[in-house]
């Protein structure tokens, strides 16, 4: 039975491909700071917190070999560019960029180059891709995307493919943190006005880790509904 392993599974997006892969069969460990408030019989959940990476080290031993990871975990604020502190910043760019791309590193070189396959799934999003008000979230994933990239070129001869996925807006919690004024405009920028799904989010993340062929590594898949058409 193949194992995935997903930062951030307890909700929004992260519950969404965890049930994904547990409805198709798969182990699913569960890394993040709140438990889920779903179960399964496949379904392990390991507290943790992305901030301290220690954490991550130690639990990422304690389950030994996988399949597949999903970098997950992550979140956006609704600072200025002026607003932000130093100790924000770091904050930031440790969760969503820093640590989440030590640990791919990490994982790649430890367990997937010994077994000689993995894949390597990274949820970056359009703000990587054009000027975003949150500057530090838009250049930290900005980062996650060049990373992936990077891991692909050192890491294809060893059977290891790496994705990233950058979605538009996506109806979730985070979606409330952004005013209802500017959530008009960026659903009047969609070509058919609608705000992408997070179980298309999964189905996609699933179809990268399980289907996708291998001459496909270090892509980004935009799932933005034209907003961001390149």
């Known amino acids: 039975m193949k194992k995935v ?20 069969d798969y182990i699913v460990h569960n890394l993040s700071r709140h438990a889920p408030q779903y179960s399964h019989s ?3 959940h390991w507290q943790v917190d992305m901030l301290h990476y220690d954490q991550l080290e130690n639990v990422i031993q304690q389950i030994g070999s996988f399949d597949i990871l999903i ?20 904050k930031i ?7 989440t791309m030590q640990l791919s590193i990490d994982v790649a ?15 970056a999003s359009i703000a990587g891709q054009i ?25 294809a001869q060893y059977n290891i493919q790496t994705f990233s996925i950058a ?35 999964a189905d996609t993340a699933f179809w990268l880790a399980d289907a996708a062929p291998n001459c496909l590594s270090g892509e980004v898949f935009d799932l933005n509904n034209g907003v961001n058409c390149r």
């Open 131 to 155: 000027g975003h008000p949150d500057i530090w979230y838009g250049i930290s994933k900005a980062g996650l995307i060049n990373g992936m990239r990077s891991l692909a070129r050192s890491h």
């Open 109 to 123: 070189e430890k367990i997937f180059k010994t077994q000689q396959a993995g894949r390597i799934i990274s949820l």
């Open 71 to 90: 970098n997950n975990a992550g979140y956006m604020n609704t600072l200025t560019t002026s607003s932000y502190t130093w100790e924000e910043m770091q």
């Open 5 to 24: 392993v997903i930062t951030g599974a307890s909700q929004g997006i992260g519950q969404s491909i965890a049930q994904t892969f547990l409805n198709q």
């Open 167 to 201: 979605p538009g807006p996506v109806e979730t919690q985070m979606m409330q943190k952004i005013p209802v004024e500017r959530q008009k405009r960026l659903k009047e920028a969609t070509l058919n006005q609608q705000f992408c799904q997070a179980q298309e989010i």
């Open 93 to 99: 760019m440790n969760v969503n960029l820093i640590h």
């Open 42 to 44: 496949n379904l392990h």
